[in-house]
């Protein structure tokens, strides 16, 4: 779980772009070049690199949540939960989900130092609104790893609603700590065992929020 997040933060931190040549771009050509904008971006800046965490986390809050769909990606973790819970519920659920994913993605962030990212040929038609864009994390030390985006497109352009690492994805990793909250106290139980960890993760550096390998 903690290794798979490590990476799955590094890769989604790397997304920022605005503009309307957003929503024209192929899926793939957008992600690799916002993917190594970020990551360059974090490189050379001395604030992030040293954990500042208002400037890491502005910078995620303005260049990357806005090309995450942060409801389809809560809904598909709840699966079937989900249709339970009320219009409210389900807001407050993607509420504390996107401010547990800001501080895990804040804390990659503030550690990315010599990796870089490669990614591989889109296979897609043209008319596909719901693609797989594939990639590999270079680390400065050890093997590549593997790590694969969903992606669809909607009225506001492409956005990721999931993330593949090693095989594992997000969704899925995050499905069976939803369900076995909501087994103890229902959706409100989830929910307040969310915004707890949000609250002791918005008293804690950014770089412990970071899972470790």
């Known amino acids: 779980m903690n290794f798979i997040q490590k990476f799955v933060a590094l890769a989604t931190v790397s997304l920022a772009f605005t503009g309307v040549a957003a929503a024209q771009e192929a899926p793939d050509a957008l992600v690799k070049r916002i993917s190594e904008d970020v990551i360059n971006t974090a490189k050379a800046d001395k604030a992030i690199q040293a954990g500042d965490t208002k400037k890491v986390i502005d910078l995620v809050e ?7 769909d942060f409801q389809r990606m809560t809904s ?4 079937r939960f989900w249709r339970q819970a009320t219009p409210e519920q389900q807001q407050q ?4 989900f996107r401010k547990l994913l800001v501080f895990t993605y804040s804390g990659a962030l503030s550690q990315v130092k010599d ?3 490669d990614f591989k040929p889109l296979r897609a038609d043209p008319t596909d609104t719901d693609v797989e864009v594939r990639s590999q994390v270079n680390m400065p030390r050890g093997e590549p790893i593997p790590l694969n985006y969903r992606v669809a497109k909607g009225p506001q352009g492409w956005k990721i609603y999931d993330i593949n690492v090693l095989g594992a994805w997000l969704v899925e990793t995050y499905k069976g700590t939803f369900a076995s909250e909501i087994s103890k106290g229902g959706i409100d139980g989830l929910i307040k065992a969310l915004a707890d960890k949000n609250q002791k993760l918005a008293n804690k550096p950014l770089a412990t929020n970071a899972p470790k390998k």
């Open 115 to 117: 990796q870089t990212i």
């Open 62 to 68: 303005t260049k990357i949540l806005p090309h995450v």
């Open 76 to 79: 598909l973790a709840a699966g």
């Open 93 to 96: 659920l993607t509420t504390e």
